[in-house]
């Protein structure tokens, strides 16, 4: 799968928030950096992603704006927003690093505005 499938696979999971399809995505190492601080591994990965799926921006209640996704070579750089029910996402960004099909780093960092 190249870079450009394999960001597109991911955002349709979180989207819907397909746990076992975003882990899929990581290798077994991934690290995830992001505000709040650094998750290494997948187990800490996906325990974050299940809270952030569910009480941030739930699948069929949140909108999605993907604004831009540029590859090149084995690095993403997506900007997107969301709005939920409960938080609006503005300004995001993540920066996906990626080796033989996996993610093994991800940067992320968003304005979470509670409502």
Known sequence: M???KLIETHLDALKMADINQ?????????????????????????????????????PNKTQWEIENITVHNNVIYITWSTESDGFDIKHATDTFIVDNGKIVIQTSAGEIIPK
């Open 2 to 4: 190249d870079n450009h």
């Open 22 to 58: 975003l882990m899929e995505d990581y290798a077994d190492d991934a690290v995830l950096i992001f505000g709040a601080g650094i998750l290494e591994g997948k187990d800490a990965i996906e325990e974050m992603l299940k809270e952030f799926t569910t009480n941030i921006i739930p």
